[in-house]
């Protein structure tokens, strides 16, 4: 594919009136009524009603976007909560039920089996999908269920811990955790579990409430379980509970132990007769913890300068999001957690956000947003807005692949070649011991939402049971058994968006089987992945996976396939058995 970057050409309104913002619904609902109600005679009229439908999608879709954007960014600001709230419960609860309808519509009319089903097949299955899943009394429910998912940002944005009369925020003080000083790591550990802590009963509190909703969503949708619903809401066509569960099988039993080789790798480094929580990052006496950038401007700069080099099509991406401000990168107290990018689907650049506090996992999540922009960029030339609605396994794969691609560019952030080598290596360590903690996380939202109505003990057991499967057991934990009982309390896809995560596992696994490709022929992958991307959603899974010239796979033998291949390169860094 070309990689030169054209500008974004915004389309013009021709539904909407180029004016309209989204206040109310009184003002938007006759527009709803109007694709209700008009009448189509040909497959033309069909293909305008559909061009119409997507304009009106794409206008609220991205006024839903800025609401959550501007909450996430400063959740201290109650004019911005209040917005976000009256979207959630004034506007969003009245579009669901005309949601359903023009589904429908769409299902029934005569002309829809002439349109081209090699581009719409994922759409009307989603459609159809959606239309089956659809009950009036969930409604309210999902609306109360989204805000209160929102307040698991509000209480860990208030969250931060005091260091040497220095107040940091929870991702701020990670970065302590790198340091030699291991007085300090530990001393640093301990106030952040300890702050931790303070929160868990509210935390468990704002749980219960989620799974009670959640529970009743699916029941009245005519399941036994929330698992079984999420799935089939999410569009799992293409795998099933018992593929991820070969997942989780695979995961412990080819990537724990080379995870356990990777521990144990740095508790040699380390120079310890035993590992705690605190020395997982850490380097020894003497190294200095890497410190790729100082301001959130100096990160967006580097990162553009190391897509370039990918191909300018890559850098103009993230060189339009920074020219019209689309970009909130560093951490600071009142901002919630984590870090995302936000498709912003009339206008086409999309938004990063995230926590940036000067670490080697900074640069790794920037370039992971960065990926995900660019998927924003390439799917959204597509003509409908559901077209660039794809699943979070191609997402992920379109993030963490760019991880791998931009590796060797990052003397961007590191030119002394030691330190350029030790960020590489952390970046495979990653892609690596984030398998275990994925298929822990997804294994322990299997039972939570099998087992409705256990209680906080039962849902302790059941935590550290799981988490017990998919751990090397080096690490000692000795005091801190409360705080490791309640570890998935910082897991916010739990809270936020319940059975999202197993798609990083599959997209990892995809990544590292992209990144396997890009070594034996650079230009053809990076080509492969643009080609991928650039379908959004019009294709199944498995095509897209197949476009991008590896396989939509992730049984035993695939895993163990993977790992032969990433063994070697780790013994060339200086990990081996």
């Not at 230009?523 to 643009?530: D, F, I, K, P, R």
């Amino acid at each position: 594919m070309n990689r030169s970057f054209v500008p974004l050409v915004q389309k013009k309104r021709t539904f909407l009136p180029a004016d309209f913002t989204v206040t109310n619904w009184e003002a938007l609902q006759p527009y709803y009524e109007e694709l209700k109600e008009r009448v189509l005679n040909n497959k033309a009229e069909l293909e305008q009603w559909l061009a119409d439908m997507s304009e009106l999608e794409a206008v609220i879709s991205e006024d839903a976007c800025w609401r959550q954007i501007k909450m996430t960014c400063d959740t201290t600001n109650a004019e911005y909560e209040a917005a976000f709230t009256y979207f959630c419960m004034e506007i969003e609860p009245k579009i669901k039920p005309y949601s359903f309808e023009l589904n429908k519509k769409l299902l029934d009319c005569p002309y829809t089996q002439e349109l081209d089903k090699s581009v719409f097949f994922p759409y009307l299955r989603s459609v159809d999908n959606a239309a089956k899943l659809y009950r009036e009394e969930n409604v309210a429910l999902q609306a109360d269920m989204n805000l209160m998912a929102q307040q698991y940002g509000v209480i860990s944005g208030a969250m931060g811990v005091t260091i040497d009369d220095k107040e940091y925020t929870l991702q701020q003080a990670a970065r302590f955790l790198h340091s030699p000083d291991r007085s300090l790591r530990e001393t640093v550990f301990t106030k952040v579990a300890t702050r931790r802590l303070e929160d868990k009963d509210k935390l468990n509190e704002l749980f219960d409430k989620l799974l009670a909703v959640r529970q009743q969503i699916a029941v009245n949708a005519g399941f036994e379980n929330y698992r079984d619903y999420k799935f089939r809401e999410l569009g799992r066509f293409d795998y099933t509970v018992d593929d991820c569960f070969a997942f989780h099988n695979a995961v412990r039993e080819h990537i724990v132990p080379l995870q356990a080789l990777l521990v144990r790798n740095r508790q040699n480094r380390l120079g310890l007769d035993n590992m705690r929580p605190w020395d997982s990052d850490a380097e020894p006496v003497g190294i200095e913890p890497l410190h790729p950038f100082t301001t959130g401007a100096e990160l967006c700069d580097k990162t553009i300068a190391v897509f370039n080099r990918l191909g300018g099509y890559f850098s103009g991406c993230l060189q339009t999001m920074k020219d019209i401000g689309r970009m909130n990168l560093e951490s600071r107290k009142g901002k919630a957690p984590g870090g995302y990018n936000c498709p912003l689907a009339e206008t086409g650049a999309p938004f990063i956000f995230m926590n940036a506090a000067g670490t080697v996992g900074d640069v790794i999540t920037m370039m992971h947003e960065g990926g995900h922009a660019v998927h924003s960029f390439l799917a959204h030339p597509l003509p409908l807005t559901a077209f660039k609605e794809y699943p979070m396994e191609i997402a992920e794969l379109a993030s963490m692949s760019m991880e791998l691609f931009s590796m060797e560019h990052w003397d961007e952030f590191f030119t002394d070649a030691g330190e350029l080598r030790r960020a590489q290596l952390e970046e495979l360590e990653r892609a690596i011991t984030v398998l275990p903690w994925i298929a822990t996380i997804d294994k322990y939202q299997h039972w939570l939402y099998t087992h409705p109505g256990h209680t906080v003990a039962d849902r302790e057991a059941a935590w550290l049971q799981i988490l017990g499967e998919f751990s090397t057991g080096i690490t000692d934990w000795t005091g801190f058994e409360e705080y490791r009982a309640n570890f998935w309390q910082k897991q916010l896809h739990l809270f936020e968006v319940p059975f999202y995560y197993i798609e990083y596992g599959i997209a990892q696994l995809g990544a590292l089987a992209m990144w396997r490709q890009y070594r034996t022929d650079k230009e053809q992958a990076l080509s492969n992945y643009m080609h991928a991307l650039s379908l959004g959603y019009t294709k199944t899974l498995g095509e897209l996976y197949q476009t991008a010239g590896i396989k939509f796979d992730f049984s035993p033998a695939y895993v163990k396939e993977l790992t032969d291949f990433i063994a070697p390169i780790l013994a060339d860094m200086g990990i081996a058995s």
